[in-house]
């Protein structure tokens, strides 16, 4: 089984980029939702 | 949230298996061993690339001639989306070429188009990180990214006829370059598999892009009392 | 033909403003100039060596020229307020870009054939003989350069870093014209100089593909 490990080496470097990407998508919605609530109470205050 | 966390679940799940096909169900390609296995991720990750840039020039244009901010949304998320899979592509070949050729990269046609396209849709992007206004932004980067599209069948064309190397298609390839049956539906789950990635990136990414869009109206909102 | 009738007009704008000061010119062939002196000492400057690397090192200092040159282009038109009035003086949006392209073109081809003697001198190559090609190559060439450069520049006037960003655009796009005015400068700095008509051809088609595109969409570029 030569090479098996440039084999997983490659598979798990494409899974972590997905992986990273998804999680950097989920956190940054995260922010975003955040800040709406920060602009809706903002906004309700000011009425 | 409970209905995306189990698409993304499912899907997964899928891609375990396909991992698990590709690796134990799939035969060991016989002249380059077991490290022809890298070429069911890296294959259709090289497709999914394609599709979500090809996308992005859909997109592009649609923005041009509606002005919809929907359609613009949809551009940067492709666009975003497509730098991920080019990137995967751009990692796991060199792995596959280090052992195979012995050097991990090497100026051929479809190797330099994958990078030069990658950085064509990095330039996109920081180009619409650099316009504040969003229609401004939305319109002057889909006209780049329009030109951008065109440029890459030139692109592989002008490198074709300089230098080649790389392995033909063996999918699409002509006669004689058929598929051991199992290697076929590992290949195929694979495709599968990735392609619902590029779909659940996608519409997660699309779905950033509109919350930006209401944080922004609420901004200007606030700003206006 | 109100179009070629505007543009041409437009076009002697754009020439009378440059001459006059002739600051684009001047500056451009002086950092080209710079560049091409620089690389000569990034490898021996012999004959059969400069014959090897001296025409990506002539069109790579053309490119950066140009990603620097194309960027007052429409910068000066926003700085001084005139695309609006620009816009409405003429019938078809197209016969600016086809104005601001053309003197684009003309700079360039101008600057280049400029430089073209003192690179023969200094990295040893001979173009006497072959000097009406190389000018086509280069008209070629420029024109490559030129018509996505100018449709850039409208882009980058509207972002900021706009100085980084041209290049930024720019070069990626222009991979093919690097390789085609590179292999066809090559094969006639040969010592049996051959005309390249393939390579030729594909910058001939270059220029349309893109010429076609900001024909199709150069209106928009010029919206505010």
């Known amino acids: 089984m030569k090479n098996l490990d440039s084999v997983l080496a490659a598979y798990l470097a494409g899974w972590a980029i997905f992986f990273v990407y998804y999680i950097s998508v989920a956190q940054r919605m995260s922010t975003l939702r955040e800040e709406i609530e920060r602009l809706k109470a903002q906004l309700t205050k000011g009425k | 949230m409970l209905k995306s966390a189990l698409k993304a679940t499912i899907l997964f799940a899928l891609i375990a298996v396909t991992a698990y096909l590709a690796f134990y169900y799939a035969p060991i390609e016989k002249s380059m061993g077991v490290i022809q296995k890298i070429f069911y991720l890296h294959i259709s990750c090289a497709f999914s690339a394609f599709v979500a840039f090809g996308t992005c020039f859909y997109a592009n244009l649609r923005y041009v001639f509606t002005r919809a901010p929907k359609s613009d949304w949809l551009a940067v998320s492709a666009a975003e989306v497509g730098l991920a899979f080019i990137s995967v592509v751009l990692i796991t070949g060199p792995i596959w070429a280090h052992p195979v050729w012995g050097i991990w990269w090497t100026w051929d046609a479809r190797l330099t188009l994958t990078f030069v396209l990658g950085l064509l849709y990095v330039s996109y992007l920081l180009l619409r990180s650099m316009i504040e206004e969003p229609d401004k932004r939305a319109l002057f980067s889909a006209l780049f990214g329009i030109f951008a599209f065109l440029d890459v069948p030139l692109v592989y064309f002008s490198i074709r006829w300089w230098r080649t190397q790389h392995p033909q298609p063996v999918i699409l390839g002509g006669p004689g370059s058929g598929l051991e049956p199992r290697m076929r539906v590992s290949y195929l789950l694979m495709w599968g598999a990735l392609t619902g990635l590029l779909i659940l990136l996608l519409s997660a990414r699309y779905k950033l892009e509109a919350l930006r869009a209401s944080v922004d109206d609420l901004r200007r909102e606030a700003e206006v009392r | ?224």
């Open chain 3, 1 to 224: 033909m109100a179009l070629l009738a505007d543009a041409t007009t437009l076009l002697g704008k754009e020439l009378r403003t440059e001459f006059r000061s002739r600051e684009l010119l001047t500056t451009t062939v002086v950092f080209i100039l710079v560049v091409v002196v620089l690389f000569s000492f990034t490898f021996d400057p012999s004959t059969s060596e400069s014959r090897r690397f001296g025409p990506g090192l002539l069109w790579l200092s053309f490119l950066f020229a140009a990603s620097l040159m194309l960027q007052p282009c429409f910068l000066r038109e926003q700085n001084n307020d005139t695309l609006s009035a620009l816009r409405l003086s003429v019938r078809d949006p197209f016969s600016i870009f086809l104005a601001k392209l053309s003197a684009n073109t003309l700079f360039l081809l101008l600057t280049e054939v400029l430089m073209l003697p003192i690179f023969a001198i200094l990295y040893n190559v001979h173009i006497l003989s072959v000097f009406p090609q190389l000018v086509l190559v280069l008209f070629l060439g420029s024109l490559g350069v030129a018509i996505p450069g100018t449709a850039f520049s409208a882009i980058s006037a509207q972002a900021r870093m706009r100085e980084l960003m041209l290049p930024l655009l720019l070069l990626p796009l222009l991979t093919p014209v690097l390789i085609a005015s590179t292999e066809a400068t090559g094969a006639l700095l040969e010592v049996n100089p051959a005309l390249r008509a393939d390579w030729l051809g594909f910058l001939l088609g270059f220029d349309l593909v893109f010429l076609t595109a900001l024909w199709l969409f150069g209106e928009y570029l010029l919206e505010e």
